[in-house]
């Protein structure tokens, strides 16, 4: 995965952030899934990450 310049004064969110939030809470079990512990996301990332794994095929 490459690494985006991070852009100031855009919030950033760990995972765990991420999950306890009422944004994303009918989307729980996906960050869950999807996202790693140890990095930080801003919204539009996780937003991004999200739509991106419920348009992917079925294996």
């Known amino acids: ?3 985006k310049k991070i852009e ?3 919030p950033m ?7 306890s939030s009422k944004r994303y809470n009918d989307k729980k079990d996906i ?3 999807i996202l790693h ?3 930080l996301y801003s919204r539009e990332e996780v937003d ?8 992917g095929k079925v294996k």
């Open 1 to 3: 995965m490459a690494i």
């Open 13 to 19: 969110f760990t995972k765990e952030q991420l999950l």
């Open 37 to 39: 512990d140890e990095r």
């Open 31 to 33: 960050i869950s899934a």
């Open 8 to 10: 100031e004064n855009v």
């Open 48 to 55: 991004a990450l999200i739509e991106k794994f419920m348009k």
